[in-house]
């Protein structure tokens, strides 16, 4: 029973390309959650979607983000025109249902861009 | 809004020493309040949760005390271990907004 899969999980970048990150929640699981993880920082919150759907983006950067999850295929993130300040572990979440005690999160073992 | 503070790290211990890790939480309403451990080179995993006041959440020997009067839920282990040496992140969550984490806490147990 595979759990939430990230890719890639190593992606370097050089400043101004574009990178994607790609998760595949937990089977049978539609929620699916972004966060970014600083060094020496916890987790913060960026999105949160349902199939097709975006649900919450409060924690989004207004510009060069973007956040989908089709109906067919993996949750991506898109980052446009990277910056040194995007260098971050990008982790996903998925749950069964709207996240809370009855439906935890399960993670992913996330995504470490590195922006050169 | 909601929010988590934890005692900073990092915490040193020698093995079989006890173990308590702060945190403190503001949230509206009644949240759900969990504790998650990050291994090095890995994803959050759940250790324990507690979804009313006064619930002990326990797994693999680490316990926390859901204390509404002191809007707190301290983990503690009595004897831990070098295996446990890891990140340990609580976090809420309310109503429909997203979980919530603290900064972390870095475990360090030697021999």
């Known amino acids: 029973n595979a759990g939430v899969m990230q890719n890639p999980r190593h992606l370097v970048r050089r400043r101004g390309q574009e990178a994607r990150l790609r998760c595949s929640p937990m089977?049978?699981?539609?929620?699916v959650y972004w966060y970014r993880q600083l060094p020496e920082e916890g987790l913060k919150f960026m999105v949160y979607?349902?199939?097709?759907?975006?649900?919450?983006e409060s924690g989004m950067p207004k510009e060069r983000f973007s956040a989908e999850f089709p109906k067919e295929g993996p949750s991506i993130l898109r980052i446009q025109q990277v910056v040194r300040g995007d260098s971050a572990a990008y982790f996903c979440?998925?749950?069964?249902?709207?996240?809370?005690?009855?439906?935890?999160?399960?993670f992913g073992n996330g995504t470490r861009l590195t922006v050169t | 809004g909601n929010s988590v503070t934890q005692m900073e790290g990092p915490v040193t211990l020698s093995e079989e020493a006890f173990l308590t890790i702060n945190c403190t939480y503001t949230?509206?309403?009644?949240?759900?309040l969990f504790w998650y451990v990050q291994y090095p080179g890995e994803g959050l995993q759940l250790l324990l949760k507690?979804?009313?006041?006064?619930d002990k959440g326990s797994n693999k020997g680490f316990e926390a005390t859901y204390r509404k009067e002191t809007t707190s839920f301290h983990l503690e282990k009595g004897s831990v271990q070098v295996s446990d040496s890891a990140v340990y992140f609580c976090?809420?969550?309310?109503?429909?907004?997203?979980?919530?984490f603290g900064k972390g806490t870095r475990l360090s147990v030697i021999a």
């Open positions: 976090a809420l969550q309310s109503g429909n907004t997203p979980l919530v």
């Open positions: 979440a998925s749950s069964a249902a709207a996240g809370g005690a009855n439906s935890p999160l399960h």
């Open positions: 089977k049978g699981h539609s929620h």
């Open positions: 507690a979804t009313k006041a006064d």
């Open positions: 949230a509206t309403g009644y949240p759900s």
């Open positions: 979607l349902q199939k097709e759907n975006i649900i919450d």
